[in-house]
């Protein structure tokens, strides 16, 4: 059973920095591409960002220069830095990652429970 679990959120101040993690644990072979995704009350889900096994990366538009994606492969976790936050990045934050059960099978997306990010002007 594979789990990812995201702490890391909360309440800030706008123009203030947070930084979610996302852990990934349970049986499995390997994890390759991992995400970030957010969803605000009455919105669609959208993309945050991306990052590959091997540590290439794709942001959204509306993040780019306020948010870096990074993991580590040996702590099977995801990061999520976020600065210069705004009212309007407040969402629930959710990572997923797609993840490779056993050798020479196709992968399945994970997705985690989320973490609430409320930004207070």
């Known amino acids: 059973q594979v789990q990812l679990v995201e702490s890391g959120g909360g309440l800030v101040q706008a123009g203030g920095s947070l930084r979610l993690s996302c852990a990934a644990s349970g049986n499995y072979f390997r994890i390759a591409d991992m995400g970030w995704y957010r969803q605000a009350p009455g919105e669609q889900r959208e993309l945050v960002a991306r990052i590959s096994r091997d540590g290439s990366t794709n942001y959204a538009d509306n993040m780019k220069g306020r948010v870096t994606i990074s993991r580590d492969n040996a702590k099977n976790t995801v990061y999520l830095q976020m600065n210069s936050l705004k009212p309007e990045d407040t969402a629930v934050y959710c990572c997923?990652?797609?993840?490779?059960?056993?050798?020479?099978?196709?992968?399945?997306?994970?997705w985690g429970q989320g973490t609430q990010v409320t930004v207070s002007s």
């Open positions: 997923n990652a797609d993840i490779i059960l056993r050798p020479a099978t196709a992968g399945n997306r994970y």
